[in-house]
């Protein structure tokens, strides 16, 4: 995949996965977490199978098995959260793990140890706890939570960048896209007796749009370029995706932002783009070093 056409389709990723995060709370009020986690997942597996059923393979199958398990862990707490704490908070405390994907990259790729990144990861997190001073009980749990869907979004995608190298993208994704459907299954069973509130047109609509383009075609985007362009700089040019969520949560679903929410987002925010300038540096000085 070419670059251009990576940073392309990361920014469709982007957009559509911040939408996501209003249009997921707006459906818990109608389904529960975890029956909306196995119909999502399970559609998203269907519509992909035709794609790659001839090209199944045991490396891919394994290690995007494997790479399941974090993005399972990551769907759980984020949708849990949103049960919690509003869409727009969500979208920018999830936004977290575009700082955290370098410093997973120094244990997991061993990409060497990076003080600036460790520092603007402690800003962004001054960030979050700013956005939870005036939340409730309910709220900071909903956040909590979502920090940890930061943390298992960002372990995701270094792992990926780790096992996709000689990979297929497609089969890849179908993988973990079927450990996340099988284990939420396994934890709530009782979830596939609940099909009848897919006659409730807004979940269907919701498990569809989350399914289709949320899922299958995000999770493949995202897998193609991080295999092409590295975890980090694909986390990086996702710093769309908070900006959407606030934006979608705010203008279409009407749900209020705080002044404290409106500072911690913005320290999270420029974390995030003074780490995506430093980056930018240093590709220049390696491209201008290799021309001398």
Known sequence: MERK?????????AVVWGSTFPIIATSLKFIDPMSFLLFRFIIASL????????????????????????LFLGYVTQ????????????????????????ILSIFILKNGVDMVKIYLTV??????VLMSVTSTSGQ???????????????????????????????????FQLVVVAVLSLVVSPESVLKVGVLTNSYVLFSILFNAIL?????????SLSIKSISAYLTALILIIEPVSAVAVSTIFFHYPVTSLMLLGGVIILVSMLLAINRENKKKTEIINDSLV
């Open 79 to 102: 949708t849990y959260g949103l049960e919690y704490t509003s869409p727009s908070m969500s979208g920018l405390i999830t936004g977290i793990y575009i700082i955290l994907t370098p």
């Open 123 to 128: 800003a962004a997190f001054v960030g979050m």
């Open 5 to 13: 056409v990576a940073f392309s389709g990361l920014i469709f990723v």
């Open 214 to 222: 949320g899922t299958t075609l995000a999770i493949w985007i995202l």
């Open 140 to 174: 900071i749990l909903g956040n909590v939570l979502t920090v940890g869907t930061a943390i298992f979004y960002a372990l995701q995608m270094v792992l990926t960048e780790k096992y996709l190298v000689k990979g297929d993208p497609m089969v890849f994704t179908f």
């Open 47 to 70: 519509v992909l199978f035709p794609f790659i059923y001839k090209r199944i393979n045991k490396r891919d199958a394994i290690l995007g098995s494997l790479v399941g398990i974090p």
